[in-house]
């Protein structure tokens, strides 16, 4: 099995900077994708940034992109999500997601496509 622990969220101000972590640990694969979604309080859950195996490909949700970026240390098994210029309605739980994939360069941004799921870390924006 496969356990993702998500990090580094916390209450902050809008405009603020937040990194948070997402560490794979358990049940190891050649190669898989990575992915952040978030759900806030009474609604579905969205995506918001993908990363290839490679960190190559990136995408991102149009809601986030310019503000936030996604990376990865394979060596650590992590991948981070940088998000600067904070806005009130980031406010969510974030969750990361893996899918073991051969393919080195793919991303994904189905849910449907990810195959194990973390527990999230809550981020509070402030206004």
């Known amino acids: 099995q496969v356990q993702l622990v998500e990090s580094g969220g916390g209450l902050v101000q809008a405009g603020d900077s937040l990194r948070l972590s997402c560490a794979a640990s358990?049940?190891?694969?050649?190669?898989?994708?990575m992915g952040w979604f978030r759900q806030a309080p009474g609604k579905e859950r969205e995506f918001v940034a993908a990363?290839?195996?490679?960190?190559?490909?990136?995408y991102y949700a149009d809601s986030v992109k310019g503000r936030f970026t996604i990376s990865r240390d394979n060596a650590k098994s992590t991948v981070y999500l940088q998000m600067n210029s904070l806005k009130p309605e980031d406010t969510a739980n974030y969750i990361c997601?893996?899918?073991?994939?051969?393919?080195?360069?793919?991303?994904?941004?189905?849910?449907?496509?990810?195959?194990?799921w973390g527990q999230g870390t809550q981020v509070t924006v402030s206004s």
């Open positions: 358990g049940r190891t694969f050649s190669s898989y994708a």
């Open positions: 990363i290839s195996w490679s960190g190559g490909n990136t």
């Open positions: 997601a893996l899918r073991p994939t051969p393919q080195a360069t793919g991303v994904y941004s189905g849910e449907y496509e990810y195959d194990y």
